[in-house]
């Protein structure tokens, strides 16, 4: 499926995870795609594995920080150079701690919003100009439902993805005459490398009772007969729905992606 020819996409956090499987989801599809991502050995096999799908020639890697405004200013301007404008942008940036809320330093708080809020505003900020030269342009953020269910011991994680979700919602709004669409997504039970690495930041006192809320009750593979961890692409090809015309009347709202653990 080519829906995504012509089409000029940024992708934040593009070298793991959810970013890198949207990055080369959108590249099947037919989209010219610069990939950014902090880490540069990440951006490496994000475009090996696009070169391995013989769509190498339209991906362009960029590094950049989103919690800097200088890289962000410097890496959105850059894509947009390469690119010769911007149809859309995907927000898959971040980063999950976890601490009892009453252990959390004001630091850690401060990074995770940092990350997760601030640059999510700031790669849309620097965005905006190019995406509204389009008569239609697309903004998807990356929400979770922890902003929207109870996850223990992340509380700043989850208010950092609750504000993505307010955030989205004043952009819908503010830019839908211009014919601009702004959605979150909302993964969970999700594996990526924000997953992987929590388990080593969970409380060694944590109640391991509470994390029943949060499985999903549909297999995650046709041979799968439990329930456990999806794998990226399963948010990758609701990104591609989103940005394509098949998602062209959908603005200012979530889509949950967790295997019915909030059904």
């Known amino acids: 499926m080519k829906r995504l020819e012509g089409k000029r996409i940024l992708v934040t956090g593009a070298g793991s995870g959810i970013g890198q499987a949207s990055a080369l989801r959108l ?11 902090i880490a540069a050995e990440g951006l490496a096999t994000t475009v090996a594995r696009a070169d391995e799908a013989a769509t190498g020639d339209r991906c362009t890697a960029r590094q950049m920080d989103v919690a800097d405004e200088t890289s962000v ?7 947009i150079d390469t690119l010769g404008g ?13 601490a009892h809320t009453h252990h959390t330093s004001t630091e850690q708080w401060n990074q995770i919003i940092a990350v997760n809020l601030t640059g999510t505003f700031l790669v849309v900020r620097q965005a905006l100009p190019a995406l509204l030269d389009n008569p239609r342009s697309t903004i ?4 979770s439902t922890s902003a929207s269910f109870a996850h223990p011991y992340m509380a700043a994680y989850s208010a950092s993805k609750g504000g993505v979700q307010a955030l989205t919602h004043a952009l819908a709004l503010e830019y839908a005459r211009a014919g601009l669409r702004a959605v979150c997504v909302a993964p969970g039970s999700i594996k990526s490398g924000i997953t992987e ?8 006192d944590a109640d391991w009772s509470l994390f029943s809320r949060l499985l ?15 794998d990226p692409a399963a948010v990758a090809g609701v990104i591609a729905m989103l940005v ?14 967790d295997g019915g653990t909030h059904a």
């Open 197 to 204: 690495a929590t388990g080593g930041y969970i409380p060694s």
């Open 73 to 79: 200013v410097d890496g959105v301007r850059s894509a």
């Open 86 to 98: 911007l149809d859309a942008v995907v927000n898959a940036a971040g980063m999950l701690r976890a």
């Open 27 to 37: 590249l099947e599809e037919g989209a010219a795609v610069v990939a950014a991502d």
């Open 216 to 230: 999903p009750i549909l297999p995650t593979t046709e041979e799968a007969s439990g329930t456990g961890m999806a």
């Open 140 to 143: 998807v953020n990356f929400s």
């Open 244 to 257: 394509s015309e098949d998602g062209a009347f959908i603005t200012g709202t979530e889509i949950r992606i």
